[in-house]
């Protein structure tokens, strides 16, 4: 079945660092992607999404590519600031929505 | 604010029992989506209603059931709690079901079993 893997956290960074967090996925036809952020104690937030192959998500700073010659959709930021400190998702939709594990990012000032 | 709200914030009750969960879509939402997120099982789709019909259904155990009204909320219902029930159960909605379609998420329910 459809499934995403996406890189294991914590990953702890200092203010205006760069970011990546690596997410890649199993699926049969052409699901959309999509990248979800949690702050603590509060629901998921959309931050971005991508709908067919080349198309790229892009918001707050943050921006990733649906590549489906690789299946990935990589999240990532030139410069991270305390603010980013979170869970992030990504996530995949064919059907029904399946989510990663989460990456907890902290950002060090 | 997502403008999707869910109720109670907080739930403590005893294995076996039985509690409601209930959440408002956005309004103009007429799709809603349940979720369980654990830390052993991550965040898994239990169910999903259209317009007060179920559209999908994802790991919901039988003991789970759920239902949308005509005012397009929605409640979910659990039975026989286990300690393994234990999790923050969100709530979605969105507009359409296309898998397009982005999904708006309530701060969540988060059950306790004791």
């Known amino acids: 079945g459809d499934s995403v893997t996406q890189m294991e956290g914590p990953v702890t960074l200092s203010e205006e660092a760069f970011l990546t967090i690596n997410c890649t996925y199993t699926?049969?036809?052409?699901?959309?992607l999509f990248w979800y952020v949690q702050y603590p104690g509060e629901g998921l937030q959309l931050l971005l999404k991508?709908?067919?192959?080349?198309d790229k998500g892009s918001n707050k700073g943050f921006e990733a590519t649906y590549r489906k010659e690789t299946t990935s959709f990589h999240l990532e930021k030139g410069s991270v600031q305390v603010s980013d400190s979170a869970v992030y998702f990504c996530?995949?939709?064919?059907?029904?929505?399946?989510f990663g594990a989460g990456t907890r990012l902290t950002v060090k000032p | 604010d997502s403008g999707v709200t869910q109720t109670p914030k907080h739930l403590i009750t005893a294995t076996g029992q039985r509690v409601t969960l209930r959440c408002s879509p956005r309004s103009g939402d007429l799709s809603v989506y349940w979720y369980q997120q654990s830390l052993d099982q991550g965040l898994q789709f239990l169910i999903q209603y259209y317009n007060g019909e179920e559209r999908a259904k994802g790991n919901i155990l039988e003991r789970f059931s759920a239902q949308q009204f005509p005012d397009l909320h929605s409640e979910l219902n659990l039975s026989s709690l286990e300690l393994g029930d234990s999790a923050l159960y969100f709530c979605a909605s969105s507009v359409g079901t296309g898998k397009e379609t982005e999904q708006y998420f309530g701060p969540g329910t988060r059950l306790t079993v004791t």
């Open positions: 699926a049969t036809g052409y699901p959309s």
């Open positions: 991508a709908t067919k192959a080349d």
């Open positions: 996530a995949l939709r064919s059907n029904d929505m399946r």
